[in-house]
C-alpha cells in the first residue's frame, strides 16, 4: 500500500473507533442516567425507576434511630409539596435540617426509599451568605 | 484599610487595562518602549495585587471583623493557620488569589523572555493582562473582598470545620497555580498564531510553564482526594463529582500536551492538534474555575448560584471563539513538515496516548455536562453517576497504563523489529508472571483489577529494564560506579527519566486505584460499648466513649469531641487501640440556646485510621446525641433565665454544664454507628502520586551548563566534520 | 494612613511602567531576523537533543546498529543543513 493510502486508512480507523465511543457513551448515558427532580415534581412517580432528587431537608422531620433515618425533603426555594424519605445508613457530617441534598430514590408506597451511599449534602454555600438559620 | 485595598484593586484594574493597550500598540506600531511599558504594567499588577492580599490577611490575622469577609468566614476560635488560608474560602478571596497567582506567573514568564520572542511576547502580555482585567473587574464592581460592616459583630462565624484540614487549605492554591499556570502557554499559543510565528521556541519557553502548571494542577487535585478520603464520612477518594471532573479535564489534555509536543518539536508535526490541545487545556482551566462558583450543576460543592455565571460564560465563549477563528485562519503556517515514518515508533506511540487522553477527557465531559445536555435533549434534567463514569473509564484507563510502558520501549522514528521483540521479553515476562501468582493467590474477583496489576508490572518492569541499560550504557563509556553512572544518566536525560519515573508513579496509583476500588470491604453496624464486629481480616471491639472539650488559644470553646475507641486485631496479630471521635463545633446564630448551639452547628469526623502498605483499616463513628437532647434542652432552659450573670460567671458555668453533658454520654453511651472500611492498597494511590510529583521535579529541573555545550562554536564543528567523515 | 501608603505605591508604579516611555523611542537593531534566528535556535537544539536520543535509543538496545548508523547519519545531516541556514542569517546581517 502506498504511503497516501496507508494514511488515510489509518485515519478513517481512528476515526470509525472515535465515532463507536461517542456513540457507546451517548446512548448508555440516557439509558443510564436518572432523572433529576425536586419534590414537587415527584408527583407522578413511576414505583420501581430510581430518581436523583435535590431539595432542602424539611425543619422538624429529621427522625432517626439507629442507622434508619426518615425525614422530608421539600424544594430548593421552600413551599410546595414535599416528599418523604426513608434511608438506611450514616448520613454525611454536613446534614442538617434546612441544608440541601442530593439523594437517588425509588418510590416505595408512599414513602421514597433511598439509594445506600448515595445521600450527599452540599457543603454549605460558601460562595454566598450563609441563611441565618 | 479597607479603602486601601479597595484602592489596590481599581489600580489593578486601570493598570492591567492600559497594560493590554500598550502591549498591543507596542506590538503593531513596532515601538519598543510601549512593549516595555506593558511588561512592566504585568510587574505593577503583580505588586498590587500582593498588596491587596496583605491587606486582607492582615485583617483575617487581627480578627478584623469590620471586614465583612473576615466576620463571616473566621472568629477568634479560629487557629492562625487557619485564619490565613480562610482568605481563599471565600469567593472574594478565591479571586482575589486566583488574579495574585497570574499576575506572578505571568511575571516570571514576561521576565524570563524579555530578550527573546519580541513579536509573540507582546500579544501574549495583552492575553494575560486581558485574564487579570477580567477577574480585577469581578472583585471590583461585583464582588468585592473590601466591603464593611457599618456594625462589626463581637464574634465572627468562623470557617467551616470541614475545611479545617491542612490538606483542604493547600489545595486551592495548589489548584488555581495550575490553572493560572496554564495560561501561559495558552496566552504565548494565542500569540504565536497571531503573529504566525509558529516554530519551536514559543514551546520551548513556554515548556516550563507547562509542566509547572500540569505538576501544580496534579497536586491539587491528589490533595482533594486525600481529604476526602480523610475528612469526609464516605472513605472514599473520588466521587466523579463536577468539581472533582472540572480539575481533571485540563489536567488530561496538559498531559496529551506534553507528550504530543515532542512529536512536533522532533518532526514538525501535529502543530494544529498541539496548538489545539493547549487552547482546549486554558479554555477548560478557565470552564474549572468557573464552575465550582457557578451553580449550574449539582455537586456536593455547588457553592450556590451566584452572579459570576454569565461574565465566565462570556469568557469562555470569547476564548473558545477566538481560539477557533485564529487556528482556522492560520492553517496554513501550521501545515506539518513531515508525515509518520512507522508505526512502530514512539511517536505513533504517543499519538496513541493522546487519543486515549482526549476520549479520557471526551468521557469525564459528557458525564458533568449530561444534566444540561440530557435538557436540552429531552426536556428533562437527567444525571449519570460513578458506574457510568467508571464503565469507561476503566478501559481507557488500562491502555492508557499499557502504553505508559509500551513507549518506553520503542525508538524514536522507527524501530528495529528484531529489536523490539527482544525489549519486550523481559517486561512481557514479568506481567505473565504477576498475572499466575495472583491467579494462584486466588485473586480472581475482578479481571479489570488482575488486567491492571498485570499491566502495572509490564511497565514497571519496562522502565526498570530500561534504567538497568541505560546505566550499563552509561558505565560503558564512563566507567562510572552504578550510583554515580545512575545519577549522571538521570542528570543528563532529565526529560526522558524525569518521564519515565513519573510512568513508574502512574503504574503504582493505578496499582491502588484497582486494589482498593475491586477488593474493598465495608460495614456499617451499631454497636454497644464491648461489642466486636469483623471486617476483612480484622476484628474491631468497640471498647469505650470518649469526649473531649478543646478551648482555642483565646480561652473560648472551640468544639466538643464524643468518640470512641476500639480495639483492632488482625488474624493472630497484636490488638491495636484506634481512636476515632466526632468534632461538633458550635454555632453562631443568635436563636440557640447556649448548650444546644454546639450540636446545631457543623460536625467533622476524625477518621481512624490504620494506613499500611498492604491495607487501610479506616474507622469512623457517629455518636448518637438523640440520647442528650433533654440535658440539653435543660441546659438551654437553665442559661436562659441565668441571663443577668457575668461573662466570667456564665463562661465558667457552661464550661461546667458542657463538662457534665460530656460525662453523661460517656457514663451511659447509646448504641454508636460505626463506618469500617478495609481497603487494600490505598497508599499505593499517595506513594504514587508522590513518585509522579518528583518525576516532574526531575524533568523540571533546570538544565546544567554542560548540557547546553553542543552550542559553543567547537561543538558545531565537531558535528560538520563528523558529518564530512561518515 | 494606610490609604496614603497605598497611593504612594500606585505612583511608583505609574512610574515604573511609564519609565520606558519617558525614556524615548528605542532603536530595534534586526528585529526582523531575531524570531526566525530564534526557532533556527530552538529547533538546532531540538536536533541535538534527537542526535542524542538516537545514540540512548542504540545503547538500549532498541535500535539495531545498522538501523542506529543510518538515523545518526541523516540526523546529523539534517542538523548541519540547520547550521548552514544560521550562517546563512549570521551572513545576511554582517
Known sequence: MDPSRKRKTRLIVALTCALLLAVALVYTSFSAASEARQPSQLAGAEPGKTYQLTGRVAKGSWEHKGTVHTFRVEDRKGGGPTVDVRYVGQVPDPFREGREIVIDVRKQGAVFEGQPDSLVTKCPSKFTAEPKT | MATAGSICLAAALAICLYGIGASLYGARTGRREYVDSGRRAVYALAGMTVVAMLILQLAFVRSDFAFELVATHSSTTTPLFYRLTAVWSSQEGSLLLWVLLLSLWSSAILYLTRRKLREVAPYATAVLLGFGAFFCALLVFLESPFTTLAAPPVEGTGLNPLLRHPSMMIHPPMLYSGYTLFAVPFAFAIGALITRRLGSEWIRSTRPFTLAAWLFLGIGIMLGARWSYMELGWGGYWAWDPVENASLMPWLTGTAFLHSVMIQEKRGMLKVWNVSLVLATGVLAILGTFLVRSGILQSIHAFGASTLGIPFLVLIGVMIGGSILLVSSRAESLRSEHRLDSLLSREAAFLLNNLVLVALCFVVFWGTFFPLISEAVTGEEASVGPPWFNRYITPLALILVLLSGIGPLIAWRRATVANLRRNFALPIGAAVLVAMVLVAMGVTGSVPALLMFAFAAFVLGALGQELWRGVGARRAMSRDSVPAALVALVRRNRRRYGGYTVHAGIAVLFVGVAASSAFQSQHLVELRPGQTDRVGDYAIKYERPTSRLIAASNGRLERIDLGARLRVRRGDGDAEVVDTYKSYFPSMASDLGAISRFFEGEATSEVGLRAGLRRDLWTAVGPDIGRLQPRIDEGDKVFADASDLSEADRGALLAEALRGLTRSYTDDPPPATFRFIVSPMVSWIWLGGLIVFGGAAIALWPAGARARRPATAAGLARVARELERA | ?94
Not at chain 3, 515604573?16 to 526582523?32: D, N, T
Not at chain 3, 526557532?39 to 534527537?50: I, N, P, S
Not at chain 3, 543543513?81 to 546581517?93: F, I, K, N, P, Q
Open chain 3, 1 to 94: 494612613m494606610e490609604i496614603v501608603l497605598v497611593l504612594i505605591l500606585v505612583a511608583v508604579a505609574v512610574l515604573a511602567i511609564s519609565a520606558p516611555l519617558l525614556a524615548g523611542r528605542r532603536v530595534e537593531r534586526g528585529a526582523a531576523g531575531e524570531a526566525a534566528r530564534a526557532d533556527l535556535e530552538a529547533a538546532r537544539d531540538a536536533k541535538y537533543a534527537e542526535i542524542r536520543d538516537a545514540e540512548m535509543d542504540y545503547r538500549t538496545g532498541k535500535l539495531s546498529d545498522a538501523d542506529w548508523r543510518a538515523l545518526d547519519r541523516q540526523l546529523r545531516r539534517e542538523a548541519v543543513e540547520l547550521l548552514h541556514a544560521l550562517d546563512e542569517l549570521d551572513g545576511d546581517a554582517a
